[in-house]
């Protein structure tokens, strides 16, 4: 199971949407049939067909859920977490909840993606920011698991490709 998780209002619940119709039709829903969505609290359960034979399950937690995300971590096989790139108040507390979860021992060989969620947001702030920031290659360099990263727009669907292929090679 995939945890997808990240601070309150970052986007997980239209980038899930999204990559379900990405997986699906090869595309995103255009802009103007996206519904507004509400912030998650408690869970969201859905399945990607990622190939023929392969399907993976993600479980999409709400931000407001933090405190007690650990207790998903023993089922999890990989956790994306999403970072809006266009809230510089939010990237603090994305950065210490990144960092805790990395520190937790029942994560220790599980894969991260981290994901640059909404490029397509006039505020976005540059990836070199970001990255210096949370020091993000140092960080790369001494966690025992895996991490990448990818920027991408739930809104356009840019960067859902390399998402899949990241989910593909799991």
């Excluded at 510089?88 to 520190?103: E, G, K, R, V, Y």
């Amino acid at each position: 199971m995939i945890l997808l998780v990240g601070s309150t209002s970052s986007g997980k619940t239209l980038f899930a949407k999204q990559l379900q119709e990405y997986v699906t039709k090869g595309s995103v829903l255009p802009e103007s049939d996206i519904l507004t969505t509400i912030p998650t609290v408690g869970t969201n359960m859905s399945t990607l067909q990622i190939s023929r034979k392969d399907a993976v399950d993600i479980r999409e937690l709400g931000g407001s859920m933090a405190p007690i995300w650990r207790k998903y971590y023993k089922n999890a096989d990989s956790v994306v977490f999403l970072v809006d790139k266009s809230n510089p108040q939010q990237l603090s507390a994305a950065s210490i909840l990144l960092f805790d979860m990395l520190t937790d021992h029942l994560l220790t060989d599980v894969p991260f993606l981290v994901v640059w969620n909404k490029i397509d947001s006039r505020n976005c702030m540059s990836s070199g920011y970001i990255k210096n920031i949370l020091d993000l290659d140092l960080i790369k360099n001494y966690a025992s698991q895996k991490i990448d990263s990818v920027e991408c727009s739930s809104v356009t669907g840019e960067g859902f490709g390399s998402i899949v292929t990241w989910l593909k090679q799991l």
